[in-house]
C-alpha cells in the first residue's frame, strides 16, 4: 500500500511537470493596435515554474490517493474473498472510481465506479494477472 502510493504520487509528479511545462502558452496581447511587450524572462521563467510545481503537487496528490484507495481496496477484497482473480481489480477499481467521484453525487460516483471498473478489467486483460 505505501509503495503504490509512492508510486502513484512520483508518476503523478511526473505527470504534472510534463503537462504544465507544456501548457500556459501567453498569447500576443494588444493595446489599441499595438503589441504589448512581454515581461522579462526571469519573471516569465518565475511564473511558469510556479504554475509547473502547483500542478505537479496536484497531480502529485491526486494520483498518491488513486494508487492508495485502489492498493488497500484491491487487497481487502482479495483476502475477504480468499481468491487472485480479475474480480479483485474489478471490485477494486468501482470503489476507486467511485470513492474519487464522491463530489459529482450519486450519479458521478456511479459512473466513476463503471468507468475505472472497466479500465482495470481492460488492464487485467491486457495485462494478465499480477
Known amino acids: 500500500l505505501v509503495l503504490a502510493t509512492g508510486v502513484g504520487a512520483g508518476l503523478g509528479l511526473a505527470m504534472g511537470v ?5 501548457g500556459d502558452v501567453a ?3 494588444l493595446y489599441y493596435g499595438r503589441e504589448v511587450p512581454f515581461p522579462p524572462i526571469s519573471e ?8 509547473t510545481a502547483g500542478k505537479s503537487v496536484s497531480w502529485a496528490k491526486n494520483f498518491a490517493q488513486l494508487s492508495a484507495i485502489f492498493a488497500g481496496t484491491e487487497c481487502v477484497v482479495e483476502k475477504l474473498r480468499g481468491k487472485h482473480d480479475v474480480w479483485n481489480s474489478i471490485s477494486s477499481g468501482c470503489v476507486a472510481g467511485a470513492a474519487l467521484s464522491a463530489s459529482s453525487g450519486p450519479s458521478g460516483m456511479a459512473f466513476g465506479c463503471v468507468g475505472f471498473a472497466a479500465f482495470s478489467a481492460a488492464m487485467e486483460a491486457l495485462m494478465g494477472q499480477h
Do not use: E, K, S
Not at 18 to 22: N, P
Not at 44 to 51: D, L
Open 18 to 22: 510534463f503537462l504544465g511545462a507544456m
Open 27 to 29: 498569447p500576443i496581447q
Open 44 to 51: 516569465q521563467a518565475r511564473t511558469a515554474w510556479r504554475a
